[in-house]
């Protein structure tokens, strides 16, 4: 199975962060309407067909990929803490958009120890 372009990159973004084990440089994925109150405050957006830019006067500029047919936007982890003000990641929070993932498997690592039922235990074999 070969590598598209993007999935070459993806894999040096991740290992780079588990080289480094810092996982600030991670995306993480939000529905692109996150930004409508930015606009709503007079902010501009600037964009390419898949890189944009939060322009608000007095504040950070926050850079962001655009992915999905751009309903989809994706920030650097450590931007999230560092680029926007508390006050504003319960708003960003409020537009995440989840990966895949299996919910039983997130649930086990909040509360390790717990008992988690997910059905019967069975071998498998991944294709």
């Known amino acids: ?5 993007s999935d070459a990159v993806w894999r040096r973004t991740v290992a780079r962060a588990v080289g ?6 991670l995306p993480v994925h939000f529905s692109a309407s996150v ?3 930015y606009i709503d ?3 501009t957006i ?5 890189v944009g830019r939060l322009l608000q006067p007095g ?6 990929g655009i992915v ?3 309903t989809v936007i994706h920030l650097r982890f450590g931007d999230i803490g560092s680029l926007l003000p508390e006050s504003e990641r319960e708003h960003w929070l409020d537009h995440l958009v989840a990966p895949a993932a299996s919910r039983p498997y997130l649930q086990m690592t909040l509360q390790p120890g717990a008992c988690h039922d997910d059905g019967e235990l069975r071998e498998w ?3």
Do not use: E, N, W, Y
């Not at 600037?46 to 898949?50: A, P, Y």
């Not at 504040?59 to 962001?64: E, S, T, Y």
């Open 1 to 5: 199975m070969g590598q598209t372009h």
């Open 20 to 25: 480094s084990r810092d996982a600030s440089a």
């Open 35 to 37: 930004l409508s109150r």
């Open 41 to 43: 405050r007079g902010a």
């Open 46 to 50: 600037l964009r390419t067909d898949t």
């Open 59 to 64: 504040k950070a500029v926050i850079d962001f």
């Open 68 to 70: 999905k047919d751009d």
């Open 125 to 127: 074999i991944p294709q």
